[in-house]
Nanobody
Framework: QVQLVESGGGLVQAGGSLRLSCAAS????????MGWYRQAPGKERELVAV???????NYADSVKGRFAVSRDNAKNTVYLQMNSLKPEDTAVYYC????????????WGQGTQVTVSS
């Protein structure tokens, strides 16, 4: 059974920083990609940043230059460093991983709340 466990959300003032972490555990052969999505109240879930095992990292235009995604392959962990946070970054942030088990599957974490006050 595969699990994605997130940590690092919270409340921060505009202009501040937060770092999210997400560790994948369980039985899988490999990781094709890991990344972050977010969902604000009343809005659809949207891509924030994805880092594939091969290829270029992809960022939403709204976070380019402020957020940085990174991976520690030895720990099967993905991080999201969020700087210069804005109130519009307020959302539930979900970790996502595409993992190879007996098939290639799309997995989600439970979500972590990020609230940016003005």
């Amino acid at each position: 059974q595969v699990q994605l466990v997130e940590s690092g959300g919270g409340l921060v003032q505009a202009g501040g920083s937060l770092r999210l972490s997400c560790a994948a555990s369980g039985s899988f052969f490999s990781i094709k990609s890991m990344g972050w999505y977010r969902q604000a109240p009343g809005k659809e879930r949207e891509l924030v940043a994805v880092i594939p095992s091969a290829g270029s990292t992809n960022y939403a235009d709204s976070v380019k230059g402020r957020f940085a995604v990174s991976r520690d392959n030895a720990k099967n962990t993905v991080y999201l460093q969020m700087n210069s946070l804005k109130p519009e970054d307020t959302a539930v942030y979900y970790c996502n991983a595409v993992l190879v088990t007996s098939y290639t599957g799309n997995y989600w974490g439970q979500g972590t709340q990020v609230t940016v006050s003005s």
